[in-house]
C-alpha cells in the first residue's frame, strides 16, 4: 500500500503523542495529583492509532480502559480532558467520572463500563442506528484478551451477525488479564480471532506493534462493513509493558520478556526508524515536538490543577436528566 508523506507523518504524531501524555499522566498519578487508578498502554500505541487512523466523520469508537490518553488524540479538548482526569469542574463532567468514565460524544466516543464486556451491546446498538439512517459508517469496540471471554461480547457478537450490523471487534491482546496469562486462560492461541469461525465473520490477526500492519488490516474490514458486509473482527497481538494498574509489581510474569518487547518491539521506535530511512523524518523533527508538546501538557496541567473543585453539594448534579 502507498501512504503519502503528510499520512505517515500524522500516524507519527499521533503515536507519539499518546506515549508522550502516557508517560506524563504516569508521572502525574506518581506524584500524587492524579486521584483513582491508573492503567497504562504504554507500549501498545500502534493497534489504536492504526484502527482509529480509518474512522471518519460519523463514526463510533467504545475503548477499554488502557490507553487513557485516546480521547485527546480524537478531539477532545485538552483542559476538558486534564480537568476531568484531575476531578475538576473543567472536566468533561465536571470531575465526576475520572480516567475510567470519559465520554465524548462529539468525537463518537461512546464511554466505557469499569465491568469489561458488559456494555459489548452498546456497540451493537450504536450499528443498529447506522444500519436505520442508512448510512456507512462503522463502530469500533476495543477489548483484551481478558474480556474476549466474556458472555456479553458473544451475544454482541451474535446479534452484530444476525442483523448484518456495522461493528469492528478488536481484541487488543497484550497477553495478560489483569494477572492471568493469555495460554492459561485461552483455548486457541488468538484469543478471539481463533473463536471467530463460529461466526463465519472477516477476521484479521495482526502484529500489533506494526502501526501499518495494523492499519491496513483495519482498512480491508472496515471497507468491507461500509460497503454492507456486516460485523468484522480483528485481533492484534502486542504485549503490556506496565502492570495491570500503576503499583502492580508483576509477580507473576518474567522480566526478562517485558524486557525484551521494551527494547526490541516498541512500536514507536520502529515506526521511526523506518521513517527515517526513507527521508520522511529526523531526529530533530522528533526532539522538537516532544519539547513542544510536553511545555504544551505542563501549561494544561497547571490549568486544570488551577480550576476550581466541585462542592459537596454538587455532586449528584447531572445524575438525570431534567
Known amino acids: 500500500m502507498q501512504y503519502s508523506k503528510e499520512f505517515l507523518l500524522d500516524v507519527h504524531r499521533k503515536l507519539l503523542t499518546l506515549r508522550?501524555?502516557?508517560?506524563?499522566?504516569?508521572?502525574t498519578y506518581a506524584q500524587g495529583r492524579v486521584p483513582g487508578h491508573i492503567h497504562s498502554g504504554i507500549g501498545q500505541e500502534a493497534s489504536?492509532?492504526?484502527?482509529?487512523?480509518?474512522?471518519?466523520?460519523?463514526?463510533y469508537w467504545k475503548p477499554t480502559h488502557r490507553m487513557a490518553s485516546l480521547p485527546f488524540i480524537?478531539?477532545?479538548?485538552?483542559?476538558?480532558?486534564?480537568?476531568?482526569?484531575?476531578?475538576?469542574?473543567t472536566g468533561n463532567s465536571g470531575g465526576r467520572g475520572g480516567m475510567l468514565h470519559i465520554g465524548d460524544f462529539?468525537?463518537?466516543?461512546?464511554?466505557?463500563?469499569?465491568?469489561?464486556?458488559?456494555?459489548?451491546?452498546?456497540?451493537?446498538?450504536a450499528a443498529m442506528a447506522i444500519d436505520y439512517d442508512h448510512k456507512d459508517n462503522v463502530v469500533y469496540m476495543f477489548m483484551g484478551d481478558g474480556t474476549s471471554s466474556r458472555g456479553p461480547v458473544y451475544e454482541a457478537i451474535n446479534m452484530a451477525k444476525i442483523w448484518n450490523l456495522p461493528v469492528l471487534f478488536i481484541c487488543e491482546n497484550n497477553g495478560f488479564a489483569i494477572s492471568t496469562p493469555v495460554g492459561y486462560s485461552c483455548p486457541v492461541d488468538d484469543a478471539l480471532g481463533g473463536r471467530a469461525s463460529g461466526w463465519e465473520l472477516p477476521t484479521r490477526v495482526v502484529d500489533g506493534t506494526d502501526v501499518l500492519a495494523v492499519y491496513e488490516a483495519a482498512k480491508e474490514l472496515t471497507d468491507g462493513m461500509r460497503a454492507g458486509?456486516?460485523?468484522?473482527?480483528?485481533?492484534?497481538?502486542?504485549?503490556?509493558w506496565r502492570g495491570h494498574f500503576e503499583g502492580d509489581q508483576c509477580?507473576?510474569?518474567?522480566?526478562?520478556?517485558?524486557k525484551q518487547w521494551m527494547e526490541n518491539k516498541d512500536c514507536i521506535k520502529l515506526f521511526e526508524a523506518k521513517l527515517m530511512a526513507e527521508g520522511i523524518l529526523t531526529q530533530a523533527d522528533i526532539d522538537t515536538f516532544k519539547d513542544s508538546f510536553d511545555k504544551q501538557m505542563d501549561a494544561a496541567i497547571a490549568r486544570?490543577?488551577?480550576?476550581?473543585?466541585?462542592?459537596?453539594?454538587?455532586?449528584?448534579?447531572?445524575?438525570?436528566?431534567?
Not at 508522550?20 to 508521572?27: A, T
Not at 509477580?251 to 517485558?258: G, K, L, M, N, Q
Open 20 to 27: 508522550q501524555m502516557e508517560q506524563k499522566l504516569l508521572d
Open 48 to 59: 489504536f492509532v492504526g484502527i482509529l487512523s480509518t474512522k471518519k466523520d460519523g463514526d
Open 74 to 89: 480524537m478531539g477532545m479538548d485538552e483542559d476538558a480532558y486534564w480537568g476531568e482526569l484531575l476531578a475538576k469542574k
Open 106 to 125: 462529539k468525537t463518537g466516543y461512546l464511554g466505557m463500563s469499569a465491568t469489561l464486556g458488559n456494555d459489548a451491546g452498546v456497540c451493537v446498538g
Open 229 to 240: 458486509g456486516g460485523p468484522a473482527i480483528l485481533e492484534c497481538k502486542s504485549y503490556r
Open 251 to 258: 509477580p507473576y510474569r518474567d522480566a526478562a520478556v517485558t
Open 304 to 322: 486544570a490543577e488551577a480550576a476550581p473543585e466541585m462542592a459537596p453539594d454538587e455532586i449528584y448534579d447531572y445524575l438525570y436528566a431534567e
